[in-house]
């Protein structure tokens, strides 16, 4: 599995996870029904964007090759 898909997994794993929590209250409890569906919204959100941000900066180090030198970018100072 690609490393976006994961995250999407885990994203939406989290939605469920809050809605379980949500649908286990009592209905009587509407604010904290309400901060549940807030979180769970928020917490995906957050989730997705440091994700992202994280993924994109492995990718981006992975990509890196190391430049080898060339007799040209090598400098030999001798001692005075």
Known sequence: MSANALL????LSWIFLCGRMWWT???R????????AVAAGLG???FYLVGSVLISANAARAKAVPVEPTSESIHIQTRP
């Open 8 to 11: 999407i997994a885990f994203c």
């Open 25 to 27: 209250m009592d209905r």
């Open 29 to 36: 409890n509407v604010w904290q029904r309400h901060a549940v």
């Open 44 to 46: 995906a959100g957050i």
